[in-house]
């Protein structure tokens, strides 16, 4: 739940989840520690802060202000994903996996999780796949700092100051450790991610410790997830939709609040993907075309809309739905839709994301570690690679075509890249055009020796070596090779 009513950040920021342009990622702004600290003096007093006592107020208030903060709330590259890139690295085989022997390790929990609230395990484990990787990935950033930072600097001053005084009162009642109230930038924790206003809420002490400890508790995670669900008005016994077959020459506008009987829809000529007969499972289902008519097509019922409200994007309540299914099915073979997305270059998995960025590294982009996470460095590095090779769009995106650009339709192991410049042998150098005066210097120290060798020739042994590197910042460098 990167913000239970996520609404109020893609309504204030305008984001689109359909573009696929990369927006320049803005600088850290500089934040004024006197303005934040006369902030902070008018916070301890507010209405808000009404039942937060001063102890726990000047014991977890910040030296100074947090500038990355601010920094993610004007950048969000995820919104700006196509639907296929957004599904494929949540819902991919590892995380099919991991969620079946979630299911089994947590069987007997999940079963009392569904007898007391009425919500369906794989469900519930959907929402802690997607959230936190079941639990492997709770976030870094200091709550406090975070959400004071955005108390007094930018936009939605007010949502963030209800935020931050109720994390200071979840501290105050003992539920969870100060130490352990990190997460998001934007202030959501846990193994399912709640905001502190839906932490006080909705969290429930499920395993009998006396705290709602939904970082280190696992029935407590899973079962506030249910709670969660259970009060935004799930339907026990109703599946979330499925995906339809539209008939041929149907049009349709995506609108998935618009409800109409399965009757309605069967007259219209919908069928389940694989050409059966719609099952009247649900109440009523509207249409789901995240792609447009030529996509992948849904039904949803309630209980998608269920899952829309814990995070408010319908491709992450479509994320949601898809991992359920799969656990469901317990079938990591196969975590595409039926019919394919519109696109001649889908998404990449995780772990082809891993494959990518180890090519960069090999190539002489440092770009950090290989974590599976295509971030800013990663993004940076793609763009870089596309430039210097002249592939257009140079829009530094991690699809499957540049996969198959990078690492071939096998991932290569690391003894394959075997030319000076860290890149397979036989490809092409890593130098840039002519006109690119870094490509030129290198070509200058790369041939000082009498006799220049070429690249595919083991090197004189009096011969001064350099590999490009292009760095996270953008900025080229020569690191010599001795």
């Not at 590259?77 to 599904?87: A, S």
């Not at 069987?107 to 997607?130: A, C, F, M, N």
């Not at 003992?174 to 991610?193: C, E, L, N, R």
């Not at 000082?448 to 042994?461: D, Q, V």
Request: hydrophobic share 35%.
């Amino acid at each position: 739940m990167r913000i239970s009513t996520l609404s109020l950040l893609t309504a204030a920021i305008g984001i689109s989840i359909a573009s696929t342009a990369q927006a320049a990622k803005p600088d850290a702004p500089y934040l004024s520690n006197s303005e934040f600290q006369q902030c902070l003096d008018g916070l301890k007093n507010s209405s808000k802060f009404r039942g937060v006592d001063s102890f726990t107020f000047n014991n977890y208030r910040p030296n100074e202000p947090d500038p990355s903060v601010i920094q993610s709330l004007n950048y969000q590259p995820e919104f700006q994903k196509d639907v296929w890139d957004y599904l494929s690295a949540l819902v991919d085989k590892e995380r099919v996996e991991d969620g079946i022997r979630a299911k089994r390790q947590w069987g007997d929990t999940l079963r009392q999780i569904e007898s007391r609230y009425g919500v369906k395990p794989e469900h519930v484990l959907g929402v802690w796949g997607v959230e936190s990787n079941f639990g492997q990935t709770l976030g870094k950033k200091p709550l406090f700092e975070s959400l004071a930072t955005l108390s007094c600097f930018d936009r939605r001053q007010s949502y963030f100051q209800g935020e931050f005084a109720n994390a200071l009162k979840i501290v105050q009642r003992g539920d969870i450790a100060p130490s352990d109230m990190t997460g998001s930038w934007a202030g959501a924790f846990g193994q399912t991610q709640f905001m502190p206003s839906t932490f006080l809420e909705l969290a429930v002490d499920f395993d009998g410790d006396g705290r709602r400890d939904l970082v280190n508790s696992v029935p407590d995670a899973l079962a506030s997830t249910a709670n969660f669900l259970d009060n935004r008005g799930y339907r026990s016994g109703e599946p979330w939709g499925y995906e339809v077959k539209l008939p041929d020459g149907y049009w349709a506008a995506s609108d998935r609040k618009n409800k109409k009987s399965i009757s309605h829809w069967r007259n219209q000529g919908l069928t389940l993907a694989n050409g059966g007969s719609l099952p009247y499972d649900l109440n009523s289902a509207g249409l789901l075309l995240p792609a447009g008519i030529d996509g992948p097509a849904f039904l949803v019922g309630k209980n998608f809309d269920t899952f829309y409200s814990y995070n408010a994007s319908e491709n992450y309540a479509l994320a949601i739905a898809h991992l359920s299914d799969l656990i469901t099915r317990e079938d990591s073979s196969k975590t595409d839709f039926v019919t394919a997305w519109p696109t001649n270059d889908p998404g990449i998995s995780r772990q082809q994301a891993k494959d990518i960025q180890q090519a960069l590294l090999d190539a002489g982009y440092d770009i950090g570690g290989v974590d599976g996470i295509i971030g800013d460095n990663t993004r940076t590095a793609i763009q870089q690679y596309q430039t210097s090779r002249g592939i257009f769009p140079a829009d530094g995106r991690a699809g499957q075509n540049f996969y198959r650009t990078i690492v071939g339709s096998t991932a290569p192991s690391r003894t394959q890249y075997t030319n000076q410049y860290g890149q397979p042998a036989g490809a092409r150098p890593l130098t840039p055009a002519p006109a690119d005066r870094m490509g030129q210097l290198i070509q200058r120290q790369t041939t000082i020796a009498p006799s220049a060798p070429s690249y595919s020739s083991p090197a004189p042994a009096n011969t001064v070596r350099y590999r490009r590197v292009v760095g996270g910042d953008g900025v080229t460098r020569l690191v010599r090779i001795d």
